[in-house]
């Protein structure tokens, strides 16, 4: 049995099945990385399988190659003054889409986890 665990940027996720999700997260030490998330359109956790969230994500499969699945915890969702500011949120969603369509996956990628956290406290800021 395969597992980790470490923190991840919400890239995009897109509902499967009746009440699951494919999440792909931008983690630091295991770069974009896909995972089924239980009840991923439930009321509950819909919230915060929005892109741009950070969350704790715990990942375990069978095999390594599998797409395996998902626990997920919030650590910080996006902020409620981003939703008032279409540019800022533009741009978020922008890098949230540009990291899940060039980024290979499962090739880790510290540096850029770390930038697009970067972007994300700068777009808390008026001169971002």
């Known amino acids: 049995m395969e597992s980790w665990s470490d923190q991840g940027i919400v890239l995009h996720a897109r ?11 931008l983690t630091c030490e295991h770069g974009r990385h ?11 956790k819909r ?7 950070l969350i704790k994500a715990q990942w ?3 095999v390594e190659e599998n797409l395996g ?3 997920v915890e ?3 969702g996006i902020p409620p003054f981003l939703m008032d500011d279409p540019l800022k949120l533009g741009a978020l969603l ?6 899940d369509a ?7 990628h510290p540096g850029l986890f770390h930038g697009f956290q970067a972007l994300m406290t700068a777009l808390e800021e008026e001169h971002w």
């Open 94 to 99: 922008s890098a949230c889409s540009l990291c």
């Open 102 to 108: 060039a980024l290979p996956e499962r090739e880790g």
């Open 15 to 25: 509902p499967h099945g009746e009440n699951g999700a494919i999440v792909a997260l």
């Open 69 to 71: 699945s998902y626990t």
């Open 34 to 44: 896909a995972g089924y998330v239980h009840g991923g359109r439930s009321s509950k």
């Open 60 to 62: 375990q499969s069978r």
């Open 47 to 53: 919230g915060m399988l929005e892109p741009g969230s």
């Open 74 to 76: 919030q650590e910080r």
